[in-house]
């Protein structure tokens, strides 16, 4: 009984951490809007290690902020990919052919859906999906906050970060690039509160 209290109490004052003072004013500005729903572009998906960060790290850290978070990896079903990935050759690139445009057709969609985007920039070059995604989300009008962890250098040049494409495309929407997973909430907060 009592390893139960300690680990509720552990997960209280873990929300309680992450959430930003109620009597604070910087909080009214950063807080996120109500129930905003963010798509997560990224590759961490391709990845055990990086499904394992998107869904025992980052997502539960936007969940506990108030955010509805979309996975795209979490859009088609999974035994639909496992059933595909165990077919011979032949039929596996036929199953794929069929497969892709629905994969393809539920990320527009809910991309549509979400209020902004969250995009991982991690990689020596930004992830080709994500790169779309971010172009796609820009075209619709969403603002986009990229998130790069990454340390190595992975611009066209000493005056961006990132693609210098990718990247225009990122502030144009009224997002911002930041470097730190703990830069997150208030980033994220601080652009869906500027395109009320």
Known sequence: MRTIQISVSLALAMLFALAPPMNDPASAQTAPQAKATIYLANPLG?????????????????????????????LTDPAEIA??????????RAAWKALDPQIARNNSDAIDRANAVLAVLDGPDVDSGTAAEI???????????????DFRISADNEGSTINLQVEYFIRQSGG???????DIPIALGRMLNSQR
């Open 135 to 149: 172009g796609y989300a820009f075209a619709r009008h969403k603002p986009i906050l990229g998130y790069r962890g």
């Open 46 to 74: 391709f990845s055990e290690a990086g499904q394992e960060f998107i869904d025992h790290s980052l997502v539960p850290q936007l969940t506990a902020l108030g955010y509805n978070v979309i996975d795209p990896f979490k």
């Open 176 to 182: 911002d690039i930041v470097f730190k997973r703990s």
């Open 83 to 92: 059933r595909i990935l165990s077919l011979p050759p032949e039929q596996r």
